[in-house]
């Protein structure tokens, strides 16, 4: 089972300071909502580049290595995976007016026990989806 959120957000800050900020996926503890920490552990920045992120969801602490699969503007596509699950993340940053429109799309697959919980998991998605768009605008609004 594949679950989507996606958001897209408008902000004032132009896409050449929104991309490279957003590509450094160690800002991820300023921008997504649930991120409690995230460390870089091998690579540029560029594809192939790994992290290790921890965030909290739904009262648990969830640990996923992300891998940078690309980075081509207005494209950055990373994907995080643990035993449970895969989240196949898409930022797509584009001119808008002075600023940027970001869209964040998270492809979420579960696997185990994790996929029987679907009716539970999307509200929790979602809810997590307008709480990451709502702090994505705020971080970005401060570059």
Partial sequence: MTTTIERTIRTSAAP??????????RNATEWDYGTVSCELVSGDGGPGTRYKNVSKFAGNTVELEYTTEQVEEPVFVITGRNDTTVSHDTITVRPDGTGSSVTYRADFEFSGPARFLGPVITPLLNRLGDNTARTLREALDRL
């Fill in 16 to 25: 050449d300071v929104v991309f490279p900020y957003l590509v450094d996926f």
